[in-house]
């Protein structure tokens, strides 16, 4: 489930008013938890500061009320400009400074009711906004320190305060502190986990269009880190399949209504590929090319090439255009050696090598529609189980005379 946030719209455009369309999603947390820290903050330092005032106490109203007046002048600057470096910078030094001026000014830690507890502050939006955060605990540790060191001085004549109040105060700097320090945190660990959660569907979305682009087994070697993907395979079959009067169909037909054609008819002969254990290397235009045997080895590639050609065919016959008529392809297949890798850094695909495929092709090539169109290596090692009939010695560009047949039928249903 998404993690969601728990502030009113209207509230959340505040914390994001110093994000910038070029930050990332971490940076734009880092902001506006700083600006939810700080306006919180702000808020808190008001009131304390018109408290003090009504005690008869202007040094120290000063105090808490100087950080607000500051922190609303840097958040009007930080919605115009969308940077927070100096703000950040001014924010950390008034949260480790100020609280213990305001401290001092009460009369020491018993009479300011321990308000100097706000200056771990720094340190804390340190971490929060990714910046080094020991410097500012260090600075706040010795203040600490100073603070102990000369607090006899200061309680020696401290501000007239009545005890009720000095406790009062003590539980409201404490709630004050924790409140901040929590809604802080929460709000920053809640945006973590939508960033987190977005990146993971990112990641989801990458992982699928590289599974549509390679197979699953050439991805994990490339996320693995292997640069440079060619192995040579000795015992593969390579399929190949083309439509007929291509030229003329896209002639009569709109772009449109061409790829549905095409996009109909070749989805099925992909999960005909997913059905039969095989590999689709790719389509050419009104070409379907695909492998048996990669790339995880296949004891039966040669069969599971003839099956999904019958089965190719089969499926061709419920296909036609209107007014152009049933569909028609040539189908060739050979069986033998290739070498198969990756070519290329970007828009980069699995491909294959070799005179196998090349033989592939020119059986497809050199074909008859509607036939499937085998060597005479792919007719010896099926010549058992399937039907076959001789088509003859043929000329074959590039390759003399081959001798050729033509899969009409496995011998029983198909795989």
């Given at each position: 489930?998404?993690?969601?946030?728990?502030?009113?719209?209207?509230?959340?455009?505040?914390?994001?008013?110093?994000?910038?369309?070029?930050?990332?999603?971490?940076?734009?947390?880092?902001?506006?938890?700083?600006?939810?820290?700080?306006?919180?903050?702000?808020?808190?330092?008001?009131?304390?500061?018109?408290?003090?005032?009504?005690?008869?106490?202007?040094?120290?109203?000063?105090?808490?009320?100087?950080?607000?007046?500051?922190?609303?002048?840097?958040?009007?600057?930080?919605?115009?400009?969308?940077?927070?470096?100096?703000?950040?910078?001014?924010?950390?030094?008034?949260?480790?400074?100020?609280?213990?001026?305001?401290?001092?000014?009460?009369?020491?830690?018993?009479?300011?009711?321990?308000?100097?507890?706000?200056?771990?502050?720094?340190?804390?939006?340190?971490?929060?906004?990714?910046?080094?955060?020991?410097?500012?605990?260090?600075?706040?540790v010795s203040l600490s320190v100073v603070s102990g060191l000369i607090d006899g001085s200061l309680a020696a004549s401290p501000p007239s305060i009545p005890q009720v109040l000095i406790t009062a105060m003590f539980v409201l700097n404490f709630l004050g502190a924790s409140y901040v320090t929590y809604i802080s945190l929460g709000y920053f660990v809640r945006e973590r986990e939508r960033t987190h959660f977005a990146l993971e569907l990112e990641q989801e979305k990458s992982e699928r269009l590289l599974l549509n682009?390679?197979?699953?087994?050439?991805?994990?070697?490339?996320?693995?880190?292997?640069?440079?993907?060619?192995?040579?395979?000795?015992?593969?079959?390579?399929?190949?399949?083309?439509?007929?009067?291509?030229?003329?169909?896209?002639?009569?037909?709109?772009?449109?209504?061409?790829?549905?054609?095409?996009?109909?008819?070749?989805?099925?002969?992909?999960?005909?590929?997913?059905?039969?254990?095989?590999?689709?290397?790719?389509?050419?235009?009104?070409?379907?090319?695909?492998?048996?045997?990669?790339?995880?080895?296949?004891?039966?590639?040669?069969?599971?090439?003839?099956?999904?050609?019958?089965?190719?065919?089969?499926?061709?016959?419920?296909?036609?255009?209107?007014?152009?008529?049933?569909?028609?392809?040539?189908?060739?297949?050979?069986?033998?050696?290739?070498?198969?890798?990756?070519?290329?850094?970007?828009?980069?695909?699995?491909?294959?090598?070799?005179?196998?495929?090349?033989?592939?092709?020119?059986?497809?090539?050199?074909?008859?529609?509607?036939?499937?169109?085998?060597?005479?290596?792919?007719?010896?090692?099926?010549?058992?189980?399937?039907?076959?009939?001789?088509?003859?010695?043929?000329?074959?560009?590039?390759?003399?005379?081959?001798?050729?047949?033509?899969?009409?039928?496995?011998?029983?249903?198909?795989?």
């Amino acid at each position: 489930m998404v993690p969601t946030s728990h502030y009113p719209r209207p509230f959340e455009g505040f914390l994001n008013l110093g994000a910038d369309p070029s930050d990332t999603p971490q940076e734009k947390a880092y902001k506006a938890t700083h600006i939810l820290m700080s306006s919180s903050t702000a808020v808190l330092g008001a009131g304390w500061s018109g408290m003090y005032l009504a005690l008869g106490l202007p040094t120290s109203a000063a105090i808490p009320l100087g950080y607000a007046v500051l922190t609303a002048i840097g958040l009007m600057v930080i919605s115009r400009t969308k940077r927070i470096a100096l703000f950040r910078a001014s924010q950390m030094t008034m949260w480790l400074t100020l609280p213990f001026l305001l401290q001092w000014s009460l009369g020491g830690f018993a009479n300011g009711s321990a308000v100097g507890v706000w200056g771990i502050g720094a340190p804390l939006l340190a971490s929060l906004v990714g910046v080094a955060r020991w410097p500012w605990f260090v600075g706040f540790v010795s203040l600490s320190v100073v603070s102990g060191l000369i607090d006899g001085s200061l309680a020696a004549s401290p501000p007239s305060i009545p005890q009720v109040l000095i406790t009062a105060m003590f539980v409201l700097n404490f709630l004050g502190a924790s409140y901040v320090t929590y809604i802080s945190l929460g709000y920053f660990v809640r945006e973590r986990e939508r960033t987190h959660f977005a990146l993971e569907l990112e990641q989801e979305k990458s992982e699928r269009l590289l599974l549509n682009i390679l197979p699953a087994e050439i991805a994990g070697r490339l996320k693995a880190g292997e640069e440079v993907i060619a192995d040579r395979v000795d015992g593969v079959t390579i399929l190949f399949a083309d439509l007929v009067g291509s030229t003329q169909l896209s002639e009569q037909l709109t772009p449109d209504h061409l790829v549905k054609v095409l996009n109909d008819l070749f989805t099925p002969f992909d999960l005909l590929a997913d059905r039969f254990g095989l590999e689709k290397i790719k389509t050419l235009g009104d070409a379907y090319m695909v492998v048996g045997g990669l790339p995880s080895a296949m004891p039966d590639h040669v069969e599971a090439i003839a099956d999904m050609a019958l089965a190719m065919r089969e499926e061709l016959s419920r296909h036609g255009v209107p007014g152009f008529g049933r569909l028609h392809m040539r189908f060739g297949i050979h069986t033998g050696s290739v070498v198969a890798g990756i070519i290329g850094k970007r828009k980069f695909s699995y491909d294959l090598w070799g005179d196998t495929v090349n033989t592939a092709a020119r059986m497809e090539s050199h074909g008859v529609p509607d036939a499937i169109q085998v060597t005479e290596e792919v007719y010896e090692a099926l010549r058992k189980g399937y039907t076959f009939s001789p088509r003859g010695p043929i000329e074959v560009h590039g390759k003399g005379v081959m001798n050729t047949y033509l899969l009409e039928s496995r011998n029983g249903s198909v795989g």
